[in-house]
């Protein structure tokens, strides 16, 4: 079996720790309390996926689609992600092929190297995009378009190491999604989108108007910004006619997790949504106020909007959780993974959202998860639209979950072929 490297950010790395030492009660950590144990999480009601504003019963895919969904999004946009404002001169994109390799990885695909520039009055941006096709497809193929923290050249590929083999750079098994007639895209998260309060060098501040150095308390924020790279790639992709625009799943791991989430409620042209260790602003209930809670991602000064400051110690005052944002990407398969190290992201908090949407799902006669009780360890349920699993490990990718993303898309892209 391959070796898979697991990719770990730096609060994954201190997850792994805290979990081998405190595991029971709270822990103190950047200088105030941490809840890491079931025990310990305040009892809370959610909001009603099903019931409006107005207070009327949602019954139908319609109503859901028209009024409630809506409704949610406007909510999730305005109290958390924080919504993309009106630029004063429209911001135009720019696609520049930089290079087209036919013979990469001994023959087996096509890579190409596509920069995205993003510019207006205001200045501009630019985004790097790493494309691997197979080369033995007689039509366009479906892809899955990964958003990673590393390097996008796409240069690097193990070609010696057995263990490792056809594994690219940023740890993608590459040679698993060409043997499923799988393409591969890669996109750097926040390449376009700095952690700076000004944004002075994001791509938010081509959205300024006047004399604006700082965005509103409603205007979007890191995540949101690293969401707007996922459409802007898309947009490439129904240039490309190697590739089937309506089979493109997308994938982002933590940070990028949250954005992968609200880029997939966002944008309908997204097929397949993948969660990895989203946490906190992803998957995970905030409500539950469990390891990576409102108060601490909001230390972090733009990662969400201003107003998400204001319910902070009152996560029961939020008119959404997290379990509506996900009902928000039905009908759309959906797919959420947790670590069962991984208490930072809050595992329980991801699985219990996935059910709390699960209404929705079966509003359109598609199955999800039927019962509270979180599933045992390395069991994916397979086949169903709202799918979850736990895996051992901690904050990271494991060739276990790229299994299982790859027979979700297999599935779901080819089941009415």
């Not at 930089?98 to 087996?108: A, C, K, P, S, Y």
């Not at 207006?120 to 039509?139: D, T, Y």
Request: hydrophobic content about 40%; overall charge neutral.
């Amino acid at each position: 079996m391959r070796k898979i490297k697991c990719t770990l950010s730096l609060i994954g790395v201190t997850i792994v720790f805290l979990n081998s030492t405190q595991t029971l009660g709270q822990s103190k950590e950047w200088g105030t309390e941490v809840i890491y144990s079931e025990l310990q999480v305040p009892k809370f009601d959610l909001p009603d996926l099903l019931v409006t504003v107005e207070g009327n019963k949602v019954t139908s895919e319609e109503e859901w689609m028209n009024v409630r969904r809506p409704q949610i999004m406007a909510l999730l946009a305005t109290t958390i992600y924080g919504r993309v404002p009106t630029p004063e001169a429209p911001v135009k994109t720019r696609f520049e092929e930089l290079e087209v390799d036919e013979n990469f990885f001994d023959g087996r695909c096509t890579r190409k190297l596509v920069k995205a520039t993003f510019s207006n009055e205001r200045g501009s941006v630019a985004m790097n995009m790493a494309i691997f096709l197979p080369n033995n497809s007689e039509k366009p193929v479906p892809v899955l378009l990964r958003m990673g923290f590393s390097d996008v050249t796409g240069k690097n590929i193990e070609m010696k190491n057995i263990q490792e083999y056809g594994q690219l750079g940023n740890g993608t098994p590459l040679v698993d999604f060409l043997d499923k007639g799988f393409g591969v895209v890669c996109i750097k998260g926040g390449e376009i989108v700095k952690d700076e309060v000004s944004f002075k060098n994001s791509i938010h501040k081509l959205f300024y108007t006047g004399t604006q150095s700082l965005t509103k308390a409603d205007e979007w924020g890191v995540i949101a910004g690293i969401s707007y790279q996922f459409s802007r790639t898309m947009d490439y992709i129904e240039t490309d006619a190697a590739i089937d625009n309506d089979r493109v799943a997308i994938v982002g791991f933590s940070k990028l997790g949250k954005s992968t989430l609200w880029a997939g409620a966002q944008d309908t042209r997204f097929a397949i949504v993948l969660s990895q260790n989203s946490g906190a602003a992803g998957a995970a209930l905030w409500r539950r106020k469990f390891g990576e809670n409102l108060e601490y991602i909001t230390r972090f000064p733009r990662w969400l909007c201003g107003n998400a400051n204001k319910y902070v110690g009152k996560e029961n005052d939020l008119p959404i959780d997290q379990h509506m944002l996900l009902a928000c990407i039905a009908p759309r398969p959906l797919y959420v993974v947790s670590g069962i190290n991984d208490l930072w992201a809050d595992n329980m908090g991801e699985y219990l959202s996935a059910y709390h949407a699960t209404p929705v799902y079966n509003l359109f006669g598609l199955e999800g998860q039927s019962t509270a009780e979180r599933p045992r360890i390395n069991e994916p349920a397979a086949n169903r639209a709202l799918s979850y699993h736990v895996r051992s490990g901690a904050h990271g990718y494991q060739q276990f979950d790229w299994d299982q993303y790859i027979k979700f898309m297999d599935f779901h892209f080819n089941k009415n072929k």
